[in-house]
């Protein structure tokens, strides 16, 4: 019965359709074979500009008033840590070209929030993994594995004006974005090089085969190809805090000092015997 019924609404909508093309180019003809269809297609295009003005002029000024908004957003007080400690292992293969195929999730997606909030980031974007998260794929035959590392920081899924109207910021394609985000930040880690074409490329190509083994079909390509228009300056640009210390914050030793420049040590836990607050 659904399909049935699926089946006539296309049918009818593909009639309209045809109809509505044809008076475009012979109005005269149309109008006078069926007048009350031309009438019910002059009030279909007044109601279509209608409402096409009114949620352009609506999704305007919201994005106006959230961009007007996210300035006094509050920061939090829980420390943030600039550096990762021991570097995983190059998450670029030695070469990206080539066909991707055999995506795998490996372990579960597990992500953490402060209450407090982090010092320095937005609410929205304060969103941390909280466990290693590992992808496995086959570049060209070869099989090869990438793990993004505890606490890395993470906006979740943020497309760009106006994709975020028809992408949300969870989804199916939550984990894949995840190891996109990674892929977006890591290069800063390593030695020069790595900013390049080609890995910005592979790190999209693996999003939307990630986006594919999560069971998406045509909204994968869209976010695909939403990020490769729009995603150049998301990958070369620098990002200054991209991992959070997922430990308690622990006041040092100086005077008046704390492991968060300009932080208040009232919320700290006394640091253990023989933590030197080196790292």
């Known amino acids: 019965m659904r399909q049935a019924l699926k089946l006539l609404l296309t049918v009818l909508v593909s009639i309209l359709t045809v109809y509505g093309l044809a008076s475009v180019w012979y109005p005269d003809s149309i109008a006078e074979s069926i007048s009350w269809m031309w009438c019910l297609l002059l009030f279909a295009r007044?109601?279509?500009?209608?409402?096409a003005i009114a949620s352009t002029a609506v999704t305007v000024f919201a994005w106006i008033w959230c961009k007007w908004g996210r300035a006094g957003i509050a920061e939090g007080t829980k420390c943030v840590k600039l550096c990762l400690g021991a570097l995983p292992s190059n998450p670029f293969p030695a070469t990206v070209r080539g066909k991707i195929t055999g995506f795998k999730y490996k372990s579960d997606l597990d992500l953490k929030r402060f209450a407090k909030g982090l010092k320095g980031v937005v609410r929205k974007d304060q969103y941390i993994v909280a466990a290693p998260y590992s992808i496995s794929f086959r570049l060209d035959g070869h099989k090869h594995c990438i793990t993004v590392p505890k606490g890395m920081l993470t906006d979740l899924s943020s497309a760009p004006f106006p994709f975020n109207c028809i992408v949300g910021r969870v989804g199916p394609h939550l984990e894949a974005t995840i190891v996109h985000d990674y892929l977006y930040v890591a290069w800063q880690d390593y030695p020069a090089g790595l900013?390049?074409?080609?890995?910005?490329?592979?790190?999209?190509?693996?999003?939307?085969?990630?986006?594919?083994?999560?069971?998406?079909?045509?909204?994968?390509?869209?976010?695909?190809?939403?990020i490769r228009l729009a995603g150049c300056g998301a990958f070369y640009g620098?990002?200054?805090?991209?991992?959070?210390?997922?430990?308690?914050?622990?006041?040092?030793d100086?005077?008046?000092?704390?492991?968060?420049?300009?932080?208040?040590?009232?919320?700290?836990?006394?640091?253990?015997?023989?933590?030197?607050?080196?790292?």
């Open 46 to 51: 007044d109601l279509l500009l209608t409402l």
């Open 195 to 226: 900013a390049t074409r080609a890995n910005r490329r592979f790190a999209d190509k693996l999003m939307l085969e990630g986006m594919k083994a999560s069971g998406m079909h045509c909204m994968a390509y869209l976010i695909y190809w939403a």
């Open 238 to 252: 620098r990002n200054p805090i991209r991992y959070v210390d997922l430990g308690q914050c622990k006041c040092c």
């Open 254 to 279: 100086e005077e008046g000092g704390s492991c968060c420049e300009g932080n208040s040590c009232d919320d700290c836990e006394p640091r253990p015997d023989g933590d030197t607050g080196d790292n």
